[in-house]
């Protein structure tokens, strides 16, 4: 049976009605850096089109907590506690899993450039369907049983990470009606001490749900947006096994990756 390209719930935004308020705050943002206004390197925490970010944000300037005590309770992870089979998320289970396999390489570097060495990273992403495997992802696409999309990686002397995986689907979720997130692999830096943990997002050139996605557009600036575009890179394809991604992570300054956790 086909389903209706209508909007069965007038209380439910439609795409065209949340791509016209993404333009506006766009509009709005380029008009304002015109006329000497400050450059946005963030992601904007309240942003209405995408929705839930209304009752979520911050309200109240952050109680800035005591770095010192907090780094006497934090985790500290050590070269011994991550495997390095932990960089393969299709090697996880009996069989291989379906999709596109890929790898993914890129530095951690600081505002300065300099390399950030030994630091923990973990991914999170959806399967080659589109579909996590959390309970609460009841979208009606295969689970992989031979892919679970969650792995870690430290990175090496250099600063650099690896790792081998799925390319991820795009997935519909409840902003608004046929709402879709651009296909993205989540990453977490814990950084060498708890308060410099950052969350962020990566994703692939050339998504044409790039428009559409207002949890993307939520950072304004384009070149910001950029930033969070991993690159093809045929350096890392390997001959009849892998594509291959470069995405480099900033973790502060000017140029910084954008990140959900921090204000500006
Ligand atoms: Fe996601």
């Known amino acids: 049976m086909g389903q209706m390209n209508t909007n069965p719930d007038a209380a439910v935004a439609s795409q065209e009605e949340i791509s016209a308020e993404i333009s506006a705050l766009h509009q709005e943002y380029e008009r304002s850096k015109s006329q000497g206004g400050a450059e946005e390197t963030n992601v904007r925490l309240n942003f209405p089109p995408y929705r839930s970010s209304l009752l979520r ?3 109240k300037s952050l109680h800035h907590a005591d770095p010192e005590e907090i780094e006497l309770h934090s985790p500290a992870f050590g070269d011994r506690d991550v495997s390095p089979l932990e960089a393969d998320l299709t090697i996880q289970h009996g069989g291989e899993p379906i999709g596109e396999r890929i ?12 390399p950030v060495p030994h630091q923990l990273v973990e991914v999170w992403q959806a399967n080659a369907a589109g579909r996590y495997i959390h309970k609460r992802d009841q979208h009606p696409a295969p689970i992989d049983p031979n892919f679970t999309g969650v792995g870690r990686i430290l990175t090496n002397a250099n600063g650099e990470y690896s790792f081998t995986t799925i390319k991820p ?37 050339g998504d044409p749900l790039f428009d559409l996605d207002p949890i993307y557009q939520s950072i304004t600036d384009p070149a910001a947006r950029d930033r969070l575009v991993a690159q093809y890179d045929h350096t890392v394809s390997q001959h009849e096994w892998n594509t291959g991604y470069r995405w480099d992570i900033v973790l502060s300054g000017t140029n910084r990756t954008w990140t959900e956790q921090e204000e500006q």
């Open 57 to 59: 944000h911050p309200t």
């Open 103 to 114: 790898v993914v390489v890129g530095r951690v570097i600081d505002a300065d450039g300099h």
């Open 169 to 205: 689907a795009p997935y519909p979720w409840k902003n608004h009606h046929n709402a879709w997130r651009s296909a993205h692999i989540h990453f977490s830096l814990f950084g060498t001490a708890f308060t410099q943990r950052i969350v962020t997002q990566m994703y692939f050139p």
